[in-house]
Nanobody, 124 residues
Framework: VQLQASGGGLVQAGDSLRLSCAAS????????MGWFRQAPGKEREFAAA????????YYADSVKGRFTISRDNAKNTMYLRMNSLKPEDTAAYYC??????????????????WGQGTQVTVSS
């Protein structure tokens, strides 16, 4: 599975962005897709995930209510709509795909495939 993330940029606090993650290859080998982010000097952290089969979504508390994850299975593409962006949302955002148990979906270790990061910078 190959993942290509795009859509990052430099925005002001309160603005919105939509990230995209295009998947190719054996996408049917995984059922979870997620977005993680990593700020300089910090560990990679979970932001959101979606079950490709059911559409059920999961969010980190820090983004709940502001970010929306979605997928278009026909296009093999996942999206992250980010509203009301804050300076603390500044990070490299990575998309990932994998399979595992529900209790592991917030762990980077559950995801076997990763895209390159796309930088999101939010100025105050």
């Amino acid at each position: 599975v190959q993942l290509q993330a795009s859509g990052g940029g430099l925005v002001q606090a309160g603005d919105s962005l939509r990230l995209s993650c295009a998947a190719s290859g054996r996408t049917d080998s995984t059922h979870m897709m997620g977005w993680f982010r990593q700020a300089p000097g910090k560990e990679r952290e979970f932001a959101a995930a979606i079950d490709r089969r059911s559409g059920r979504t999961y969010y980190a508390d820090s983004v709940k209510g502001r970010f929306t994850i979605s997928r278009d299975n026909a296009k093999n593409t996942m999206y992250l709509r980010m509203n009301s962006l804050k300076p603390e949302d500044t990070a490299a955002y990575y998309c990932a795909a994998g399979s595992g148990i529900l209790s592991s979906i917030r762990s980077p270790g559950m995801y076997k495939y990763w895209g390159q990061g796309t930088q999101v910078t939010v100025s105050s």
